[in-house]
C-alpha cells in the first residue's frame, strides 16, 4: 500500500509540475498503474460528499490496493447505481482497467474498452482507453485471432494521422511553406473522412493559390457530399473573386441538391448584391423544389430593393405553392411597409387558400400599424372561413392590447361560433386586465355555449389574480350544467393548491351531481402524482351518495398510480355498498398490471 501511495504522491506531483503527459509515463513505468488525481483528492483534498463521490472513492480505493476482482465489482455497482454521475466516465475507465488486471478473457476486455471509448469519445481516458486497446489487440493476434490486426491497424493509423493534423497545425501557425505541400499529400492519402474535413478546415488559413485550388477541386468532386459542403463553406470564408466565382459555378452545374444549398447559404453570407440575380434565376426556373425555396429564403435574408422585387416577382409567378409560401414568409420578415399592401391582396384575392392563410401569417409577422389595419380589413372582406381564422390568431399573436375591443366585438356580434371562438382565443393571448374583463363580458352577455365555453377555457389559461373566484361562482351558480361543468375544468387547469380546495368545495356543496361528477374528473387528474390518490381515498370516506362514490372508484382505477391497487382491493374487502365494491372490481381490471391481475385472481378463489 505504501508503494501504491508513493505512485500517487508522485503523480500529483508530475501532474502539476508537467502535465498528463509526464503523469502517464510515471504511472506507466509503476506496473502501468494509472492514478486519477481527482479521484485520489477524495481522500483528504475535496468537500465533495455526494454519494456518487464517496462511492466512486471507495471503489477507486481498491484500484490502489490492486484488488481486482473487488473493483471490478465495486465499479459495475457504481455504474448502475449512479447512472448519470460525472464519475461516470472515470468509473467506466477503471472498470475496464480492472477487469484486464483480474484476468478477465481478453476479449471480454477489449470488447469493453471498446464500448468506453464508443460512449466516451470526448472523456479524458478515452487515449488511454485505446492505446491499452491496441496493447490487448496485439496480444489476441499473436494468439491466432487475425480479426483483431483490422481494428488495432485502424486505430494505430488514427493516431498517426491525428498526431500528423496536430503538427500541421502547429507548422502553419509558424508559417512554416512546406505544411501546405504535406498537407495536400496526406488529404490524397488518407482515408479518414473525419480527417479530410480537418484537412479542409486548415486549407482555409492558407493564402496561397495551390490552397485555393485544391478547394475548388474538392468541392467540385462529387464523390463526398458532406466534404464537399466543408470545401465550400471554406471557400465562402475566404471573400476571394476565384472562391465566388467556383461557388456561382458550383451552383449552377452541381447535380448535388445538398451541396447546391450549401452554396446559396455561403453565397448569401457574403452579402453582395451580384448574388441576387442567381437567386431570384433559382427561385423562379430551378426544377429541385427545395433548392429553389431555399434560394428564396436566402434572397428574404438580404435587406435591399432587389431582393424583395425580386421575391414579389416570385410571389405572383406560377411556381408551386410551396416556393410561393417561401417568398410570403420571407415577406413578412422584412420590416419594409411596402410590402404590406402585396400582402394584403393575397390574402383577400388569391383562389388558393394555403397561399392566403401564408399570407396572413406574414402580415403577422411584419408587426406594424400597417399590417395591423391589414389583417383587420382581411378579416371583415375575406370570404374564405379559415382565412378569417388566421386572420384572428394573427390579431391574438401580436398581443396588442388596443385590439381588446375590437376583438370582443366580433366575439360579441359574430354569427359563425368558430370565428367568435377564434376571437375569445385571441383574447385569451393578450396578457391585460381590459382583455380579461372583456373575455368575462363576453361568458355574461353571449348566448351561445360554445363561446360562453370558450369564454371559460381562456379564462382558465390566463391564470389572472381573479380567475379562481369568478370561475367558482359560474361553477357553483351558472343554472347551465354544461357552463358549470366547463367551468370546473377551467379551474382545474389554474394548477394550484388553491384551485383543488375550491374543486373539493364544489364537490361538497353544488346542487348538480354532473357538476360534482366534474369536480372529482379535474381534482383526479390536476392533484398530482400520489396528491390525487390520497385524495379521492380521503373524498371516497367523506362522500355518502353511492353515484358518485362510484365515480370516485374509477378515477381511482383511471388514474393507475401506485397505491391504487391496494386503495381498491380495501374497498372491495370493505365498503357496505355491493354497487361501490362491483365498481371497484370494475376498476381493477382496467389497471391492467400484475399487481391488480393478481388481486381480482384472490377475489376469485375466495
Known sequence: MLKNLKIVVLTIFCLTMFGNAAASVVSESANNLMIDAKAFSLFGGTDDNSPDAIAYGKAYKLVLDEKWVDAVKAFEGFLKNFPKSSWKDDAGFWLCFSKDKAGFNPEEVFKSYQDFVNNHRGSKWADDARSNMIIIGQKLVSQGKVEYKSIIDNMKKKNDEEISITALYALQNMGDEKALSVMLKMYDSTTNDEYKGKIIFALANFDSPDAMKKLISIAKSGK??????????????????????????????????????????????????????????????DKDTELAKASVYALGNFDHKTSLEALKEILKSNRPIEIRKAALYSLGNSDNSDIVPVLTDIAINSKDNELSKAAVHALGNVENKYSIDAIKKVLKTSKVMDVRK?????????????????????????????????????????????????????????????????????????NSAGSLKFLTGIAMNDPDDEIAKAAVYAIGNLDSKEAINELKNILKNSKSMEVRKAAIYSISNNAGDGVGIKLLGDLLKKETNTHLRKTIVYQIGSSKEKGAVPLLVKVIKEDKSTEVRKAAVMALGNIDSPEAQKALLEILQK
Open 224 to 285: 463526398n457530399p458532406d466534404l464537399q459542403k466543408k470545401a465550400v463553406y471554406a471557400l465562402s470564408n475566404t471573400d476571394k473573386p476565384e472562391a465566388i466565382k467556383a461557388l456561382k459555378d458550383i451552383l449552377a452545374n452541381s447535380k448535388v441538391t445538398e451541396v447546391r444549398k450549401a452554396v446559396l447559404y455561403s453565397l448569401q453570407n457574403t452579402d453582395s448584391p451580384d448574388v441576387l440575380p442567381i437567386l431570384k434565376n433559382i427561385a423562379l426556373t
Open 390 to 462: 388566421a386572420a384572428l390568431y394573427a390579431l391574438g399573436n401580436s398581443a396588442t392590447p388596443d385590439l381588446v375591443p375590437f376583438l370582443k366585438s366580433i366575439a360579441l356580434t359574430e354569427r359563425d361560433v368558430e370565428l367568435a371562438k377564434a376571437s375569445i382565443y385571441s383574447l385569451g393571448n393578450i396578457e391585460s386586465k381590459d382583455a380579461v374583463s372583456a373575455i368575462e363580458q363576453v361568458l355574461k352577455e353571449s348566448k351561445k355555449p360554445e363561446v360562453r365555453k370558450a369564454a371559460l377555457y381562456s379564462i382558465g389559461n390566463n
